[in-house]
């Protein structure tokens, strides 16, 4: 018999499909939300397609009907850590969006106990970006991951998957029903839905034919052209998404007639399923009653045989088991216990290497060699998870109260927090408030996991030579590059984002007052959400101009930055080369337990789980992979060899960034950016009745974006619609401020936010009128504080509008409109219902272009892309 080194690799589906929901009533908001029968065709459908397709057996097919969120994830882990080669989820079911407050049009689906609440809730909803994070997290991973989501709103999950790493994205490939923002048809009793009776049919006309596999690439096609002239529920045409790298379009899905199968023990002939039994699960859980078709002679001798074979193997196995074999039959019967782990966005490359490690290690090994743990990693905003934790405990435990809920911003509740910064885990803390009833934050700040240096990374013509790279001030260092190239300029990231930039923020305000460091920052570009996605923004530039600015920029990153932009600078990058400022202080991620005082399942056994996963990270082994990734291992420990643009031995590293320094530096920045002046043009005319609602719809974008607004804050909103003869808007909420709907504010700003907030919801489009978004535009440029009324606070316009009435300015007036927005230098946030909105020569990304603003159409998810253009200049939630 063949060893286990010359085993085929396992390919494997895990098909979803919620058939039936618990909740009979739904909201308004969710008036389509109900049993869906034609999902049980899907999978019955889907199930036998690729049986027959050869690619996987029978039995690696595992059907799931209406699961709860608890048996989902437990059925998906498994799957993920079983399988070595094609793993194949298959989701259909209800599909929302969230675009409440901090929602930024995020996809939930819809299980079995969905429902949707007043309040920001989603209780029986599991978040997209959850399940990708636990499809990424894992032991061993498969070679390669296809998630088909066939449900509303689809498209919304490319966002999470455009964020992931290379490699990660390399490994999942996503096909998905429907564009962003749209609803689909969820079929009939009779068939399967729309999208997924597509899938079916070319995976069977491939499945046996003699004219080749169906291939990931193929499949997607053939499905498209199927759809050609359906269109959505919106009226739109239906244009389903592929999210892949392009080697994954050879991806083979079914075989032809023939074909040897990648996973399965079939001779690619007739390729007979037993799909005789019903895979529904029964009262018990198991399967159900049998369908009442007789089994014939053929598969009578095949049962027969597969029951020979498995009993061999099982001979074999007893008499050849010893220390390190493959895990026992009994792991099936008991998953592992799935943990969370939330961490800061420049850690997370970093934890998900050492949980990929812990997971497959030997302290997560029980005794009958199967896995005690798995791990779900994610990662959200430094400055949003303290003050989650913090002030938003309650909200976070039980998410049908109203308020500002974490779970939207920064994610479910984690067991473990792996912050960037002690000081982060102290600010976490309030022991003067009733944190303690709700949560408590077990961590020990004089052991931190590992420490970082911030180091200024500059392009090699500008750094000083190795002595003159370490023991100086940040402002000496920056001074002597500026001599090298006086346009040279320091970026950082967000502060809000990490740890390290909030610690490269303290630093430059040692350099210069914040007011003027923070307008170099703005005027330099939208501030990167991570330290690797700033330097690696800057070596990816494609133009002349780009290239140019990657040549004149130093960024002020925690020192593991430099490895990951080594990979990611390709050789149109510029060299950098680390220099170390000895007045900027440093990093010492933590470990902190999370125990969350109403999490009483599994209790024990969790405690076990975190406190294995504790031990193991502060082992030899455990620290071995932060030092790996650029972390030392001690203040002063120097690298064991020397690294490419770094400093082995730079010397005493500066203190670790304090709670009080950490606290101070966010209040600067606050009131460094200011308050803002946001005005919205909101087009209020007949054509846009057709986007005016829904959950991604304007009415609800605005009302998203003005969740984002502080009590200094100053915005108003315009209906642009007009007769022909009248002013060319209507107001519908006063330039002026509005309160603040953040949970710490005080009940009367509270209250005037909620106030401002039925305003805006109040609002309905003028049937028989047109937009003049020209003289919107200058009417509101013209109301915008200039010359020495200008007190220096960010300025933003945002229009919103489907481009219907932009004919009805002809070309000299549109470049006259163009020049008028160039001359004001007030950014301009065109938001396009038209998914062409912002092509070249569009008169929506002329304007963006000229003001300095940004264009959104419909191609991508515009809650989203507004929501990050207003976090930029309003002051939110910190």
């Keep these: ?257 023939g074909g040897d199968s990648a996973g399965g023990d079939g001779d690619g002939g007739d390729r007979p399923c037993d799909l005789g039994t019903d895979p529904r699960p029964g009262p018990d859980g198991g399967p159900g009653a049998g369908l009442g078709r007789p089994p014939n002679r053929h598969r009578l001798i095949a049962a027969m045989l597969a029951a020979a074979v498995a009993l061999a193997l099982a001979l074999w196995w007893v008499t050849s088991r010893g220390p390190g074999s493959v895990p026992a039959a009994s792991c099936a019967n008991h998953p592992p216990l799935e943990l969370r782990v939330l961490t800061d966005p420049d850690l997370e490359p970093v934890v998900r290497k050492a949980v990929d490690r812990f997971v497959a290690s030997d302290a997560n090994t029980d005794d009958d060699h199967c896995r005690r743990t798995g791990i779900t990693v994610y990662s959200a905003g430094a400055a949003e998870t303290a003050e989650a934790f913090r002030t938003q405990y309650g909200e976070w435990a039980h998410v049908g109260r109203s308020g500002f809920n974490p779970v939207g911003t920064v994610g479910p509740q984690p067991d473990v927090w792996i912050p960037a910064s002690s000081a982060s885990a102290r600010r976490a803390q309030d022991d003067g408030s009733n944190q ?186 455990g620290r071995k992979v932060f030092q790996e990734d650029g972390f030392r291992d001690a203040p002063q420990a120097p690298f064991p060899s020397p690294l490419p643009g770094r400093l082995t031995s730079p010397g005493p590293m500066p203190r670790s960034l304090s709670a009080s320094e950490a606290t101070d530096t966010l209040e600067k920045y606050r009131q460094a950016n200011a308050a803002s002046r946001v005005r919205f043009l909101l087009d209020g005319s007949g054509s846009m009745s057709r986007w005016w609602d829904g959950a991604n719809g304007a009415r609800e974008i605005v009302k998203q974006s003005l969740s984002r607004f502080g009590p200094d804050d100053v915005f108003g909103v315009w209906s642009v619609a007009s007769g022909g003869s009248d002013t060319p808007y209507r107001e519908l909420l006063a330039f002026a401020t509005h309160g603040s709907w953040s949970r710490t504010a005080d009940k009367k700003e509270q209250e005037k936010a909620a106030e401002a907030g039925k305003k805006v919801d109040d609002a309905t489009p003028e049937l028989s009128m047109e937009a003049d978004i020209g003289g919107a535009l200058r009417a509101a440029l013209n109301q915008m504080p200039r010359g020495d009324e200008d007190d220096g606070h960010p300025q933003l316009i945002v229009l919103i509008t489907d481009d219907e009435d932009n004919d009805r300015m002809n070309a000299a007036q549109q470049d006259d409109l163009v020049k008028f927005v160039s001359d004001r230098k007030v950014p301009v946030v065109m938001v396009s219902f038209d998914s062409g909105g912002c092509l070249k020569g569009r008169l929506g990304l002329r304007v963006a272009e000229a003001s300095g603003g940004t264009c959104l159409d419909a191609r991508g998810d515009l809650g989203k892309g507004l929501d990050a253009e207003i976090s930029q200049v309003a002051q939110g939630h910190q």
Excluded at 7 to 13: D, G, S, Y
Excluded at 59 to 83: C, M, W
Excluded at 151 to 179: P, T
């Design 1 to 257: 018999m063949a060893g286990a080194e010359q085993r085929e690799e396992t390919n494997r589906a895990l098909l979803v499909g919620v058939v039936d929901y618990t909740s009979k009533r739904p909201l308004r908001i969710a008036k389509d939300l109900g049993d869906i029968t034609a999902v049980r065709h899907n999978v019955e459908g889907l199930r036998k397609a690729l049986c027959e397709g050869g690619v996987f057996g029978d039995d690696p097919i595992k059907p799931l009907y209406s699961p709860g969120v608890e048996q989902f994830e437990n059925r998906l882990g498994y799957a993920r850590d079983h399988t070595d080669g094609l793993l194949l989820v298959y989701f259909a079911g209800h599909g929302i969006v969230d675009t409440r407050t901090g929602g930024h049009g995020r996809l939930l689906l819809g299980l079995r106990d969905a429902k949707v609440e007043h309040g920001p809730g989603f209780p029986g909803w599991i978040r997209w970006d959850d399940v990708l994070n636990r499809l990424c997290s894992g032991e061993k991973r498969p070679r390669h991951t296809v998630v088909v989501l066939d449900c509303c709103y689809a498209g919304n999950a490319s966002g999470a998957w455009e964020e992931l790493d290379e490699q990660d994205q390399k490994r999942i490939s996503l096909l998905l029903a429907v564009q962003k923002n749209q609803r689909i048809d969820a079929g009939n009793a009779e068939r399967p839905t729309p999208y997924t009776a597509q899938l079916i049919r070319h995976l069977r006309q491939g499945a046996g034919a003699s004219d080749g596999a169906v291939t990931l690439g193929s499949l997607h096609k053939g499905v498209s052209e199927g759809l050609r002239g359906s269109k959505t529920v919106g009226g739109r045409e239906w244009s389903p998404l592929a999210c892949r790298k392009d080697p994954a379009d050879d991806e083979i899905l079914a075989l032809p007639a």
């Design 436 to 621: 303690s009833s709700v949560l408590s934050l077990d961590f020990d700040d004089k052991r931190p996991l590992a420490y970082a240096p911030m180091v200024l990374l500059l392009p090699e013509q500008l750094a000083e030579t190795e002595s003159g790279r370490t023991g100086r001030p940040l402002a000496e260092l920056m001074t002597a590059m500026k001599g090298k190239d006086a346009q040279a300029r320091v970026r950082r990231a967000d502060p809000r984002s990490t740890d390290g930039a909030l610690a490269a923020a303290r630093g430059l305000y040692r350099t210069d007052s914040p007011r003027t460091i923070e307008l170099d920052q703005r005027r330099q570009g939208r501030p990167a959400l991570s330290g690797k996605a700033l330097v690696c923004g800057l070596a990816k530039g494609n133009t002349a101009e780009e290239r140019a600015v990657d040549r004149r920029t130093a960024v002020l990153v925690a020192e593991p930055t430099l490895g990951r932009h080594q990979h990611c600078a390709g050789e149109t990058g510029v060299t950098r080369v680390a220099e170390y400022p000895n007045d900027v202080p440093g990093l010492d991620p933590v470990f902190v337990h999370v125990r969350w005082n109403d999490a009483r399942l599994d209790e024990e056994k969790r405690e076990r789980a975190v406190q294995r996963f504790r031990d193991w990270l502060a082992s030899k082994d």
